[in-house]
């Protein structure tokens, strides 16, 4: 993950800049792609919060998992209102950032929301994690963790 997020910048909540290399080290992450304009989006992004409160800030210690927001929004108004209003404590790509074009082509990405996992180095767990976290909720998160320490495993 470290490696899609190279020599870019992320931003938190607040809108301060993060340091991709130090967020998202030996962490899973899910790539959040999703947009204010979108019913299922604003229908997910709540159920996901709620997964990432459980697992991120209420579980001692900490889950290693974050998640970056990749707005398909129409304006930096909208994405900014969409993440303040909706979305969790966690990070996003800025708005004005091309780099989402590039996102959505290396994952596939063809409608929203999509909620890829993948290992800090990019490498896809599952582009099912929409799915997985509504029929699974936490327990999802283990079996993500098993599919990375596989990939960890076969690195060689």
């Keep these: ?37 979108c019913p299922p989006c604003r229908d997910f992004t709540p159920l996901l919060c709620d997964f ?8 001692e210690p900490p889950a290693q998992f974050e998640i ?17 209003d909706m979305h969790g ?3 996003a790509l800025p708005w004005t950032d091309p780099y989402k074009h590039e996102l959505k082509k290396r994952y596939n990405i063809t409608a929203v929301p999509k909620l890829v996992i993948v290992k800090e180095n990019g490498q ?3 582009d099912k994690g929409r799915k997985q976290i509504r029929d699974q909720g936490l327990a999802c998160f283990r079996s993500w963790l098993e599919v990375a320490e596989i990939f960890q495993n076969f690195k060689g």
């Design 1 to 37: 993950m470290v490696e899609v997020f190279s020599g870019r910048t992320i931003v938190n909540k607040e809108g301060d800049l993060v340091d991709p290399e130090e967020a998202l080290r030996n962490k899973v992450v899910g790539l959040y792609f999703s947009a204010g304009w």
């Design 52 to 59: 990432y409160t459980e697992l991120v800030e209420e579980t």
């Design 68 to 84: 970056v927001f990749i707005s398909s929004d129409k304006s930096t108004e909208d994405m900014v209102e969409y993440y303040h």
């Design 89 to 91: 404590d966690w990070l």
């Design 124 to 126: 896809v767990i599952t």
